[in-house]
């Protein structure tokens, strides 16, 4: 009987013990993503450098919708816009850990965008979206646009891992969950 009750309480310990370590990690992933979203500096920057950076939200905008019509080379098309549009700002007009925390964005933006262009499946591609906005974010977040951006999260995008987009708009248009749940998803951060 001594015996009964030992593994009786020994289990029911073991499985508050488990559960309590199961909620602390999804707590604690919940934290990383909020202290992701704090973590970034900010840098006062030549309101051109601004300009520029929001042509590439603006022609972000345009990937954002690509992805609602679920068609590869209409995505690829305007990853390619969005690179180009990369392309054209000017660097130069950063300095010093401005520049490098540009430089550590563009390349996780770049990483993205060229992982969207060479992606065989639509999937793969959301999933590089995800990667490229996180950039953008970080980016706009630090430098500032001039107007206002929304960052918007849906939990169940990439087979339910989870995945921001950037908009500007609070309307929910899920770019990750595209016809199927286009307004899947909340705004997490309003970046002015």
Request: proline share 2%; aromatic share 10%; net charge positive.
């Amino acid at each position: 009987m001594k015996k009964q009750f030992l593994t009786i309480a020994l289990t029911m310990t073991f499985g508050i013990f488990s559960m309590s370590l199961m909620a602390q990690e999804h707590d604690h992933s919940k934290m990383s993503m909020d202290h992701e979203m704090l973590k970034a500096p900010s840098h006062k920057v030549d309101v051109n450098f601004q300009k520029q950076l929001n042509t590439v939200f603006q022609s972000s905008l345009k990937l954002n919708e690509s992805f609602m019509t679920e068609d590869i080379a209409t995505v690829k098309k305007a990853a390619m816009d969005v690179r180009d549009q990369i392309g054209k700002v000017d660097m130069m007009l950063l300095k010093g850990q401005a520049h490098m925390d540009w430089m550590n964005y563009l390349k996780t933006m770049n990483g993205g965008l060229d992982q969207i262009i060479e992606a065989a499946s639509i999937n793969h591609q959301r999933t590089a979206f995800s990667q490229y906005n996180k950039g953008l974010y970080q980016s706009i977040k630090v430098f500032k646009i001039g107007e206002t951006a929304y960052y918007q999260y849906c939990p169940m995008a990439n087979n339910n891992k989870g995945a921001f987009w950037l908009s500007d708009s609070e309307q929910i248009k899920n770019p990750y969950m595209g016809a199927k749940m286009p307004k899947c998803g909340s705004v997490k951060e309003t970046l002015k």
